[in-house]
């Protein structure tokens, strides 16, 4: 697959993420990072907006599935499982191997699958090279670590091109 830090969608949050509108480009699953994606670091559950988004993505027919490179032993589990959806845990983002598993244990092809993620080198590049569409997020929270202000700085001309992106989309 091709080597892109572009993203196919920029969205502010997962609540810009329309379910039809997924469903309507054939997306049947929607994988989807958590920390700064889904919740805040170190958010042991998910609050009850995330819970919502989720009920309309399944009334949609579109499956939710938690692809974490997290290294807290449990972490993605027990945010799954309050959920209620399937998980997966040190996923090596990017290497493609983590979304292959999970489609494949979905029973999806990359036609029927995007990524959400709030990260262009991990979440961005390996949906992109897994040939899923690749939905970027704002970061739910900064703060905290000096490392995330440099990373998401580096960031920043790929996010403008996939918010340009979007505009021609339109």
Known sequence: ????????????????????????R???LL???????????????????????????SAAGVELFLLSN???PGRARRFAQ???IP??????????????????RMGRTPEQTAMVGDQIFTDILGARRAGVLAI???????????GRYLRYAVETPFRAAGKRRNRRDT
């Open 1 to 24: 697959m091709p080597f892109s830090l572009i993203p196919d969608r920029v969205c502010g949050s997962i609540f810009d993420i329309r379910p039809e509108a997924l469903r309507a």
């Open 26 to 28: 054939g997306i049947t």
């Open 31 to 57: 994988l989807a990072d958590l920390d700064n994606t889904l919740a805040k670091y170190g958010q042991k559950e998910p609050d009850g907006r995330v819970s919502a988004w989720r009920d309309a993505l």
């Open 70 to 72: 997290s290294r807290k």
């Open 82 to 84: 309050a959920l209620g």
């Open 87 to 104: 998980y997966q845990g040190h996923s090596g983002k990017p290497g493609t191997g983590g979304y292959l598993r999970a489609m494949e």
């Open 136 to 146: 970027l997020v704002e970061p739910i929270e900064l703060k905290g670590n000096p």
